[in-house]
């Protein structure tokens, strides 16, 4: 996408440049048909056509699908602190740490106890919002064990910049361990 | 006053329409429904017609302002109300083209 | 007569009165468009200063310099500054002061309105600095999301100024959007018809458009919030049956056609100082004309790509992201249709131009990463990061703020007369440039590295301080260069070094009179042939200072203009102009009283302030009757016209079709959020439903019928020459029954502070009884008319306006009842 950015960017500014150059005048019928119908009509519709379609794929790539391995937690924001839950341990909840197996789609159902909040954590998928109200599921998947950094990304009022929390990964035996409440 | 008429035509109704399919689908995920029609869900089945008529509004609304009882007595006014009626029918089969194959209500 | 005597006699009817006392009294286009201008780029530099502080505290790691709770208001208060009295003022300041000019006439449709429109700006604008500089201004985000903005999480007054001073500037939008659609449509030279009008008309026409339909949601959604705050409606609150993503909708509903509305006149200034720059004509005129409709179009329905990470269906994002991406085409039309311009003439190097090569390369590059996040699943990550500030500061910087430097550097002359001495333009635009893009091509890197927009501080670890520091000195540099066309700019205006007239050797008609410009614009006004009238006449100007044109020969003491047919640019009617007064500014101080009693909750003014509105409001519209009838008036050229007050379709009957438009979007939206609340809302269905009553039902919808057909009727018997009296007070009379009607059903409504069920009743009745009550207001107006003698069978404009108003509150009063009433009767 970006080199495609820079590619577009890079024609206009040819063709800038170009005219600068001395010329004689053209009358207005050709340019138009050059300049309007071509360049300005015909060009971005064709290049257009093909993002939409790239990104209508990909997103239905990333939609929440139902599968059998799929792990349900929950996270509700609240002014300061996510308190995560886990539908495999029903009465397990953590603070501003949020544990999930590895290699495993995760469905996290986030939710706010107060203002608008969004769960973001990077390096595992895009950002969804906490709304009053309502429950959202995001689809998230860690390939690798390890410890991702997740932040709170809707503005919320001061603290807001110190507002994140933690997603730890587990292998598959660590998270057995978690489920059997060996890990706090 | 007709010839702003005739200019803004078909955008509005490309607003209408579009609104009104976004609102139908709404409507559809709020209420669980089942049943199929053609081979397609209730709700895909809904949603394609209410695309097609959509597009076919557009299309007679194009029509008739290419047709002589209809255009505007101005040749500029004409230009515009022609090109403004492509942009309507465009950007109906454009902005809802995802109703035929997008996931509904996920 | 000769020229200098014409002027003179023109001079003393049209001049403002003298010194800065003038300022207070003035209705003049010349003088409100450059109070308007030098207003808005005051706020401009405030905005700039702020972004300062912005750059400041996160040039560094662990910022100490501003806390949490000064930053929010200081990016906050930027945010909401550059967008609300910034770019939309400088639009319509530019649109005042050049229209009449550019279209061949003496002023703007309503003189009055305009003052009324600047007034109103500069109060709500003066409440947001107040706010400031005691520390209590807005902190949620220029976006306000409630909960965040609602009592509960906001308790303090900052919310609260947000709310009530940006809805008065709004005013002043809508005011100026009435003023110049109709302007634009009916105030133009004789022989300008729509295929001649220069193209910054268009682009204006097309933004006063989208002002009338874009604001009233923003407005809507602010009353809707303030009355929540205020007493407790729970429009937004999720858990008594609101939606906090209602406020969301209504507000990029307005926010997004926002950005188009900030960049169509810019588009407007490039294609009117592009072609002269190269010499030639604008290739595609009609195309630009279809693709800025276009543009205008599509924007409306875009909105929810800003909402792409609240978790709406899915299919509802394919849509949005399909919009968006093709809102990228009359875009690119224009571009390109710019650059083919260049092509075809022989582009110059000139001050203006380098500012709009700024601009193509800034905006190319805006629009490409608007494209970018237009794809959901890219705009998931990008969301709410510096990237997102990064686009939007290279479409709006890049977008307004470079084409509005170059028309500053191209108009300049034009205002003073004057001819630039000094050359600190060039090194000031490279400073600006370069400045610029550092600034913010670091943002979008950094944004990309994960930096979220609206933190006042992160920390070293993040690595983000080196682009960060990179990002602040950047925007040092663009700051001394925006100092530095300021220094340009006065220095422009202090030396005294005279112009030639059209310097640029433009075709438009703003260069067809002496500059500075007279109060009068033209001693005459031209026949228009073409798009370019100076290149065709080139001595147009002394034709029409020596009075060769129409209206040359000055009558008693009116200030005269004509208007003309929408289409075809024949001249229509003969209309005379109010002349200095400080009802306006009287008038918007009253309404500023009525704001800030809102503001401080002092309710007891509140009544004070309507009844004080109302009060000049009917002064207003009563001095503009005549006491006898007037005979069609020679204009020259052999052509007489009626006067504008003898016809059925006045200038006032445009405006009031113009004002409902704004009016029918606010109801529209009202109703839109009703039945969203209705079917998406979590906390449906209401605990209670509203108890239909037979009886109120039946008198509302009465008196919705006997309104219009009494109306009508007066207006028939009228034209015959009779006493139209009967028919006028039947018209009270329904609109009585409607005002009953609502009050009743507000009165009944179920507790508007249980659910958001009650609350938005009430709110619906609030309108119809508002709305009955100004159709009570107006029809009495009418039969004091009538008593009075300022009607007749030729003195017939006030009917058809009044008709107007009578007809819509008899739609929206129906619409209301049913609303209330329907569902219990079908149950
Ligand atoms: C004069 C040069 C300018 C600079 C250096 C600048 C800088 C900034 C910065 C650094 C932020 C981001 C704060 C944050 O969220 O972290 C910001 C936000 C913003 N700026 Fe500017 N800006 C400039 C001009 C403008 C102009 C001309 C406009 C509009 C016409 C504008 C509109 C905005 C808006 C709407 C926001 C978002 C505020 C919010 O998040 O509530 N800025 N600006
Ligand atoms: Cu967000
Ligand atoms: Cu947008």
């Not at chain 2, 509004?57 to 515009?80: D, E, K, T």
């Not at chain 3, 729509?194 to 949601?217: E, H, N, R, S, V």
């Not at chain 3, 044109?549 to 001249?571: F, H, M």
């Not at chain 3, 009465?702 to 009779?722: E, F, H």
Request: proline share 6%.
């Amino acid at each position: 996408m970006l080199a495609g950015a820079g590619l577009i960017f890079g024609l206009v500014m040819v063709l800038l440049l170009l005219a600068f150059r001395p010329r004689a005048d053209t009358g207005d019928a050709g340019n138009v048909r050059v300049w309007v119908i071509g360049l300005g009509l015909a060009f971005p519709m064709v290049v257009l056509a093909a993002l939409l379609a790239y990104g209508l794929v990909i997103g239905e790539r990333l939609l929440p699908l139902a599968s059998d391995d799929v792990v349900r937690v929950g996270a509700q924001g609240q002014l300061s602190t996510w308190s995560f839950t886990y539908a495999d341990v029903p009465n397990r909840r953590t603070q501003d740490v949020l544990h999930i197996p590895a290699a495993r789609p995760v469905d996290v159902s986030i939710t706010t106890a107060d203002v608008i909040h969004s769960f973001w954590v990077p390096r595992l998928a895009g950002k969804l919002d906490a709304i009053p109200g309502r429950t959202n599921i995001l689809r998230i998947e860690a390939d690798f064990p390890g410890t991702y950094h997740g932040v709170s990304a809707e503005f919320s009022g001061t603290g807001y910049d110190h507002f994140s929390f933690t997603v730890i990964a587990h292998d598959a035996e660590d998270w057995d361990a978690f489920l059997d409440e060996d890990i706090e | 006053m007709k010839d702003v008429f005739r200019i803004l035509i078909a955008p509005l109704v490309w607003f209408a329409s579009f609104s009104a399919v976004y609102g139908l689908h709404g409507l559809m995920c709020g209420h669980e429904m089942s049943g199929v029609v053609f081979g397609l869900p209730l709700e895909r089945a809904y949603l394609v017609a209410a695309y097609v008529c959509a597009i076919a509004v557009q299309m007679v609304l194009l029509v008739a302002l290419y047709s002589s009882r209809i255009a505007s007595p101005s040749p500029f006014v004409r230009f515009v109300s022609h090109a403004t009626g492509w942009v309507g029918l465009i950007a109906t089969i454009w902005s809802l083209v995802p109703v035929v194959f997008t996931t509904y209500c996920g | 007569m000769n020229a200098l005597e014409r002027h003179r006699k023109l001079t003393t009817i049209w001049a403002s009165e003298k010194g800065f006392k003038g300022w207070f009294s003035t209705v003049n286009h010349t003088d409100l468009g450059r109070m308007f201008l030098v207003t808005a780029f005051f706020f401009f530099i405030i905005g700039g200063l702020l972004a300062m502080l912005i750059r400041v505290q996160l040039a560094t790691p662990h910022s100490a310099f501003a806390g949490p709770e000064i930053y929010n208001q200081i990016f906050t208060m930027h945010g909401t500054i550059m967008m609300f009295l910034f770019a939309i003022p400088t639009f319509e300041g530019l649109a005042i002061y050049l229209l009449p000019k550019i279209l061949g006439t003496r002023d703007l449709a309503f003189p009055r309105l305009t003052a009324y429109g600047y007034w109103c700006y500069a109060f709500g604008g003066s409440m947001m600095l107040i706010a400031m500089v005691f520390g209590i201004a807005p902190n949620g985000g220029w976006f306000m999301y409630p909960p965040l903005s609602s009592a509960i999480y906001s308790p303090g007054i900052n919310t609260d100024f947000w709310l009530i001073g940006i809805t008065f500037v709004e005013i002043s939008a809508v005011a100026a959007a009435v003023e110049i659609t109709v302007s634009i449509l009916k105030y133009r030279a004789p022989g300008m018809s729509l295929d001649k009008m220069p193209i910054f008309a268009w682009y204006a026409l097309i933004t006063a458009l989208m002002i009338l339909t874009g604001f009233p949601p923003l407005i809507l959604g602010s009353v809707l919030l303030e009355v929540e705050r205020a007493f407790g409606f729970p429009f937004f609150q999720a858990d008594l049956g609101g939606d906090s993503l209602l406020w969301q909708h209504l507000f990029w509903l307005f926010g997004h056609p926002e950005v188009y509305i900030i960049f169509l006149p810019a588009a407007g200034v490039i294609s009117t100082i592009l072609p002269v720059m190269c010499r030639t004509t604008l290739l595609g005129y009609g195309w630009i004309v279809a693709a800025a409709l276009a543009l205008a179009f599509l924007s409306f329905g875009l909105w929810v790509h800003h909402m792409f990470t609240t978790g709406i269906p899915h299919m509802g994002l394919a849509f949005f992201s399909a919009a968006s991406t093709l809102v990228a085409v009359p875009t690119g039309v224009q571009i390109f249709a710019w650059i083919g311009t260049m092509w075809k003439g022989r582009p110059e190097l000139r001050l203006p131009m380098l500012h709009l090569l700024g601009f193509f390369f800034t905006f190319v590059i805006g629009g490409l990463t608007g494209v970018m996040v237009a794809v959901v699943p890219f705009d998931w990550q990008a969301h709410d990061t510096a990237f997102i500030t990064a686009h939007l500061h290279y479409v709006l910087f890049g977008g307004f703020v470079f084409p509005i430097f170059a028309g500053i550097y191209y108009w300049l002359p034009h205002v003073t007369g004057r001819r630039r001495f000094f050359r600190l333009g060039e090194l000031a635009f490279a400073l600006v440039f370069i400045g610029f893009h550092v600034t913010f091509l670091a943002m979008h890197w950094v944004g990309l590295l994960g930096q979220r927009r609206r933190i006042p501080t992160y920390a070293p670890e993040d690595g983000w301080t080196a682009i960060n520091l990179i990002s602040s000195v950047g925007s040092f540099v663009l700051a001394i260069g925006i100092g530095m066309i300021l220094i340009d700019v006065i220095l422009h205006v202090l030396t005294a070094s005279r112009g030639r007239r059209n310097p640029w050797g433009a075709g438009t008609l703003e260069w067809a009179m002496p500059t500075p410009p007279l109060a009068y614009n033209f001693a005459s006004l031209p026949h228009i042939t073409s798009r370019d009238p100076l290149v065709d006449q080139p001595d147009l100007a002394v034709q029409l200072a020596r009075g060769e044109g129409y209206l040359g020969t000055p009558r008693n003491t009116w200030r005269e203009t004509l208007t003309v047919d929408i289409a075809s640019g024949k001249p229509d009617m003969h209309v005379i102009y109010p002349s200095n007064t400080r009802l306006p500014i009287l008038m918007s101080a009253v309404t500023g009283v009525f704001f800030v009693s809102l503001l401080l909750k002092f309710y007891w003014t509140v009544p004070v302030a309507v009844i004080g509105v109302t009060i000049l409001v009917w002064r207003w519209v009563w001095g503009l009757g005549r006491g006898a009838d007037l005979a069609p008036l020679p204009i020259g050229h052999g052509i007489t016209l009626p006067n504008a007050g003898m016809t059925a379709r006045s200038p006032g009957w445009w405006g009031s079709i113009f004002l409902l438009t704004a009016n029918a979007t606010f109801f529209g939206s009202l109703l839109f959020g009703f039945a969203f609340l209705w079917t998406v809302a979590p906390g449906w269905p209401p605990p209670v439903w509203f108890d239909p009553s037979m009886t109120e039902l039946g008198a509302g919808l009465s008196g919705a019928i006997i309104g219009p057909i009494a109306m009508r009727l007066a207006k028939s018997v009228n034209s015959k020459g009779r006493s139209s009296i009967t028919g006028a007070t039947m018209s009270l009379f329904g609109a009585i029954l409607v005002a009953v009607a609502s009050a009743a059903m507000m009165w009944r409504t179920p507790s508007p502070v249980d659910h958001a069920y009650g609350a938005t009743l009430f709110v619906l009745g609030g309108y119809g009884l508002f709305h009955a009550v100004l159709a009570m207001l107006m029809t009495s107006f009418l039969i004091a008319r009538i008593v009075r003698g300022f009607t007749s069978a030729v003195r017939r404009a006030e009917f058809s306006i009044i008709g107007l108003w009578v007809d819509y509150t008899s739609v929206i009063g129906v619409l209301i009842l049913l609303a209330a009433h329907l569902p219990g009767v079908l149950q």
